[in-house]
């Protein structure tokens, strides 16, 4: 259904490069089906990125011939680069986007863009790894897609299922405010834009969809996992420093989640053993600078003594997701017990190597140091995770349509105050429901 003289519900944007030899096809397939079956105004976008065959003919072609088809070209290459382009410039209320192969069974087009249109939802996607969605394609690219996805709900602290669906949309709204701090022009851009509204606390609706692989994908599967991972760090650095404003999004959009995406015991220990490198090559660095003036064991306690309390800020921020001052100090007391903790395992193999190695080298010495380091660094987060920032989740109940007031980054001593005040709400059994409010 499509009238001119109304607002544009659905833009559905095809982004396309070097697809001369299907594009027509597909487009005309998606046309015949929006006529068909939208019940809401819709146009279709092709984005043409930087293609070097016949694909920019074409798709001129097609927006000449079919009604309510737009072509637009861009300079340079990069789904990302189109999607933003397209969606920027958009007036509708929802931005859709759909691989140009159409992989996805259209049938779930309107279920997909139905609660954003309501105003339930802020972003949806198509998932393939709901336990209803059919899928045919090759065991190592379900591998791929399986792995991908537990990466990145463990390390990143999301909970959506299928972050690479070519079948998404978006609210105008949403876009307007996530659209900007999305900074991948390239494969990883829908990832990132996943990431950004969970952590920015938007409602995410996923669809269980019917997907067909394509054989004859240009996507190299080698460098699309490379730049995926350099990705993932980018934005959890970003999201675990502020540089990514996100909270702004919070008071923008209006609606905050009752507890903020938790990153994962998985996510911790690869955060932390990151850290933990980082830390080995300090102290490696640093003892061979001390050890000539001071000696060995005075060289190891000051090596270890620098690493330990960067090693501490750093986890701190980064693993466990401590903001602001309060605790700190109590944190860094405590790391400092730790650190003592880890200062005798090194010692004691310092101890040991003179023990039964009379004589031995520097060399020798930083080699048997570095191991117990990263024995150390072990011991170090289990200490960190069970003691120094450790976290107790009580339950608090919550009457269906309550909104319980908004948590703070890092719970302190203020939120526990806060807390035990307020105290459980004493509700009928059949009618509450919890959710889990992390303490200090």
Not at 87 to 102: G, I, M, Q, T
Not at 105 to 112: G, M, T, Y
Not at 316 to 342: D, K, N, Y
Request: net charge neutral; proline share 5%.
């Amino acid at each position: 259904m499509t009238h001119a003289d109304q607002t544009l519900d659905i833009d559905i944007v095809v982004p396309c490069h070097d697809e001369q030899d299907t594009l027509a096809a597909h487009v005309r397939r998606l046309h015949r089906f929006c006529s068909e079956s939208l019940q809401h105004s819709w146009r279709i976008t092709i984005a043409d990125n930087a293609s070097t065959d016949d694909t920019a003919r074409i798709a001129d072609d097609l927006a000449a011939m079919l009604p309510e088809v737009h072509a637009v070209h861009l300079a340079r290459k990069g789904r990302g680069r189109a999607l933003k382009a397209v969606w920027n410039d958009s007036p509708a209320r929802v931005l859709v986007y759909v691989d140009e192969d159409l992989s996805t069974d259209l049938a779930a087009l309107e279920p997909l863009v139905a609660p954003l249109l309501s105003g339930h939802s802020d972003v949806a996607i198509g998932t393939r790894l709901a336990g209803s969605s059919r899928v045919v394609r090759g065991g190592k690219r379900e591998f791929i897609s399986r792995s991908y996805n537990l990466l990145l709900r463990s390390t990143m602290g999301v909970s959506f299922s299928d972050a690479q669906c070519g079948f998404k949309a978006v609210t105008r709204e949403t876009a307007d405010h996530l659209l900007p701090l999305c900074e991948d022009d390239a494969w990883f851009f829908d990832t990132e834009l996943l990431v950004l509204a969970e952590h920015a606390g938007l409602r995410i609706h996923e669809v269980p969809v019917d997907w067909v692989d394509d054989v004859d994908s240009s996507v190299h599967i080698a460098s699309t996992a490379t730049e995926d991972l350099k990705g993932m760090w980018r934005v959890s650095r970003g999201l675990a420093t502020g540089r990514i404003p996100i909270a702004p999004v919070y008071d923008a959009i209006g609606r905050r989640p009752f507890t903020t995406p938790h990153v994962g015991i998985l996510g911790q220990v690869l955060r932390f053993g990151a850290i933990g490198v980082l830390s080995t090559v300090a102290f490696a660095l640093l003892y061979a600078l001390f050890r000539p003036a001071v000696g060995a064991q005075t060289a190891d306690f000051l090596a270890l003594l620098v690493t330990a309390i960067g090693n501490t800020a750093l986890n701190r921020r980064f693993t466990f997701g401590v903001r602001g001052r309060a605790g700190a100090g109590r944190h860094h007391v405590q790391g400092l017990v730790v650190f003592g903790i880890a200062w005798a395992i090194t010692s004691g193999s310092l101890v040991l190597l003179h023990a039964t190695t009379p004589g031995a080298s520097h060399g020798a010495e930083v080699l048997v140091l570095t191991a117990a380091n990263l024995v150390a660094t072990g011991v170090r987060f289990v200490l960190f995770k069970a003691w120094v920032f450790r976290t107790r989740r009580r339950p608090v109940l919550v009457r269906p349509g309550d909104t319980p007031a908004p948590l703070p980054a890092a719970a302190g001593p203020s939120a526990t105050a806060a807390a035990s005040e307020s105290g459980p709400r004493h509700v009928d059994e059949s009618e509450d429901r919890r959710i889990d409010e992390p303490a200090a």
